[in-house]
């Protein structure tokens, strides 16, 4: 393996400058879930995080498809044939741990949805910070077409994202909803021609880039953490954030980079 480029069973790891990129590789399934890509994406994301020159994560699919969902073929016949309902729930389990990892990321993750996103897939973009789709995109929750209901947390987040009714039409009637309408309902940030997808995804990672990667980090569980607690308590943590952030050394840095009109050297401490 080369240092640039990782390959693994279902997936492709790439790094090119500060970005690291994430490529759901499975076409012949439409990117869609296995038990092994689970697995290839814990150690995927354990490689980023030891690079300290990176900035950002992106996550893309090859082909037609961002990501169908959870292959619920290949969960099958993960297991013994005794135990499906155990081996069921222990991918279900490690399947929702990985996504709330991404979610929880220590730097800005950008969702580059380049075809459906639906079901699980919609609930991988549900964890990005940020999103861009080519204009043929269209995300779905599609559990109700097969009798199922969201397991990685989309009746969670996906009301979160775009507002409860809406995320109850897409839940109760499993149709696909354009890019478009998705920029509308802000889940998703840009809408790009399917040809710049990559161009797009590489400008917005180098704008955050040169940034603080302390700070970013900070800033992006200041918002999650106060989604979920009364104003009252999340601006006394955002408080105590900035009074640790104050010792920091790219506080100082960018301080003193602001007074000798100079570009700041960041250093993520």
């Known amino acids: 393996m080369s240092a640039d480029r990782s390959t693994f069973d279902t997936i492709a790891l790439e790094f090119e400058g500060p970005l690291a990129w994430i490529t759901l590789n499975r076409p012949e399934a439409m990117n869609s879930v296995s038990p092994q890509m689970v697995a290839d994406l814990s150690a995927a994301l354990d490689d980023v995080e030891t690079r300290r020159h990176l900035r950002c994560l992106a996550i893309r699919g090859v082909g037609k498809a961002f990501c169908a969902g959870a292959d619920l073929k290949a969960v099958k016949a993960f297991g013994d044939a005794e135990d499906q309902a155990g081996a069921v729930r222990a991918f279900l389990g490690r399947a929702t741990a990985l996504l709330r990892r991404i979610e929880q990321f220590p730097m800005p993750v950008i969702g580059a949805v380049n075809g459906l996103a639906l079901a699980g897939g919609l609930e991988i973009v549900l964890v990005c910070d940020v999103v861009l789709a080519a204009e043929e995109a269209k995300f779905g929750d599609a559990h109700a077409r097969h009798g199922l209901i969201p397991g990685w947390g989309g009746s969670v987040r996906l009301p979160r994202k775009i507002g409860p009714n809406r995320a109850k039409w897409m839940m109760f009637t499993a149709e696909m909803v354009s890019a478009t309408t998705m920029a509308e309902w ?76 100079r570009s700041p050297r960041f250093n993520g401490t």
């Open 186 to 261: 802000g889940l998703v940030h840009q809408v790009v021609p399917a040809a710049e997808l990559d161009d797009a995804v590489q400008a917005l990672a180098a704008r955050m880039a040169d940034k603080s990667p302390l700070g970013l980090r900070r800033m992006k569980q200041l918002v999650d953490d106060g989604l979920e607690q009364p104003q009252d308590v999340a601006l006394r943590n955002e408080r105590v954030m900035v009074e640790a952030h104050n010792l920091s050394h790219d506080r100082r840095e960018g301080l003193e980079a602001f007074a000798q009109k």
